[in-house]
């Protein structure tokens, strides 16, 4: 399930991709899932141990 780009972006990046032609701005929202990708491992990976270890 994805969610519509316009929910990943900040203010600032939504108005600068608005402002862009569509391939740009569509350039733009996969550089930003591309920065959320490590982020999210980061997380799940924490969470993951810590279910690991509870008791």
Do not use: E
């Not at 991709?17 to 929202?29: D, E, R, S, V």
């Not at 899932?33 to 509870?54: D, E, H, K, S, Y």
């Amino acid at each position: 399930m994805m969610l519509p780009f316009a929910l990943l972006q900040c203010a600032q990046c939504f108005r600068t991709a608005q402002a862009q032609q569509a391939a740009h701005a569509a350039g733009m929202n996969r550089g930003i899932l591309l920065l959320l990708l490590p982020t999210l491992t980061l997380l799940a990976g924490f969470a993951w141990l810590v279910w690991r270890r509870r008791d």
